[in-house]
């Protein structure tokens, strides 16, 4: 072979190599470790004076980290959470939901309360790292922390059995207890049932509250249930469906169509896939009680329902309203719905029947790390 031709191969599978590296790398992931994440592994929220952090902003960001196949950010997101929100050790407690500027200029944690989703986020993201990567490390830490949430998040309620309240304190009353919908993913849900009880029960119970608490298709960001009474969804109690509920359709649209829950939650939710098909854009919030639509979503809200919506026509609408409007730097909510939605849309990952990740690493990525 001449040097000319040697030169060209040579070239070739330069190009090649770097093709292969470009599409293992995930931009908006990239982009959002430089807008909204410290060099220490802490996520940003620029919205708030007090520069704060929250346990959901840290479970989001393992769960991006491990689908990006960046082992060296989840290991610095792991560190900062667990040495800042958990005194060092997450199988000795649950890490607090809130971190920020204190008035005295100090930082530190500015409430010790929990936050079940991102409990729960934490620990799949955990156990299926220890998966994917071969870390007993992880595994361990990960059953541990789940061991946690199910003795200090996990309540028995007459009339529907265990339920995952919000966080540790302030949801359960003697004869009332709160509850967010979005706050335990179902393919999340199907996951821990290999772990026994009380998972099993909660995947049922989840899917209970689910499908009783939205009448009218649309799920409450936050409900309440009463002994003896159930649910709290009469007309007047403006139980509204907004930016905590954006997620319900999310998760649901992100399980695997074999999962046995999936068909009734798309059924049971379609009137929001109906409303935004017709006016082109997600509303910002919904009435439960009466299906009353006020405002226009952010542009987040359409990243959350390119996995919910059935329709390809509608799915393209808010698909070409993501690229044209994508998240800036001063948008956290907005911005990790996206990585959730976009990334969904973009086969960067999948989840299957049992609540498995599969992410899109494949042999060149995998090599490529």
């Known amino acids: 072979m001449s040097m ?29 470790k430089q807008a909204y994440m410290s060099d220490g592994g802490r996520v940003i929220d ?5 520069k704060i952090t929250t346990s959901e902003g840290q479970s989001y960001a393992l769960f991006f980290a491990l689908v990006a196949n960046d082992r060296k950010a989840f290991d610095t997101q792991l560190d900062w959470t667990q040495n800042n929100l958990a005194q060092g050790d997450l199988t000795a407690r649950l890490p607090a939901w809130l971190w920020g500027k204190k008035e005295d200029t100090s930082w530190d944690v500015l409430d010790t309360n929990s936050a079940a989703d991102s409990d729960l986020w934490i620990a799949w993201s955990l156990l299926e790292a220890g998966r994917l990567w071969q870390e007993p490390r992880y595994t361990t830490l990960g059953k541990a922390l789940l061991s946690r949430i199910a003795k200090e998040e996990v309540t028995n309620v007459p009339g529907l059995g265990s339920m995952l309240l919000p966080g ?7 004869t009332s207890w709160r509850f967010n919908p979005s ?11 290999r772990f026994g009880a009380p998972w099993t029960t909660l995947r049922e119970t989840n899917l209970r509250l689910l499908l ?34 954006i997620r319900v359709y ?19 939710l379609k009137p929001m896939a109906t409303v935004t098909a017709k006016n082109g854009v997600v509303p910002e919030k919904v009435d439960v009680a009466t299906g009353q639509v006020r405002g226009d979503g952010p542009v987040g809200f359409s990243a959350a329902l390119l996995p919910f919506l059935q329709n390809r026509d509608a799915q393209a609408v808010q698909r070409q309203i993501v690229a ?46």
């Open 4 to 32: 000319r031709a040697l030169r060209w191969v040579v070239m070739a599978l330069v190009l090649v190599a770097m093709n292969a590296r470009a599409a293992c790398t995930w931009p908006a992931w990239e982009h959002f």
């Open 46 to 50: 620029p919205s708030d004076a007090r």
């Open 168 to 174: 540790k304190v302030g949801f359960a009353e003697a």
């Open 183 to 193: 706050y335990l993913p179902p393919q999340l849900a199907s996951y821990f049932t």
């Open 212 to 245: 009783e608490t939205a009448p009218k298709g649309f799920s409450p960001d936050w409900v309440r249930y009463q002994k003896g009474k159930g649910w709290q969804l009469q007309p007047g109690k403006t139980l509204v469906s907004s930016y905590d509920a």
């Open 250 to 268: 999310l998760w649901v649209g992100m399980m695997h169509d074999r999962d046995g829950q999936k068909a009734r939650l798309l059924e049971r």
């Open 324 to 369: 044209d409007r994508f998240p800036g730097d001063d948008a956290y909510y907005s911005y990790v719905l996206t990585l959730f939605g976009q990334g969904w849309d973009e086969h960067r990952f999948r989840f299957t029947p049992r609540g498995e990740l599969q992410p899109d690493w494949g042999q060149a990525c995998a090599s490529s790390q």
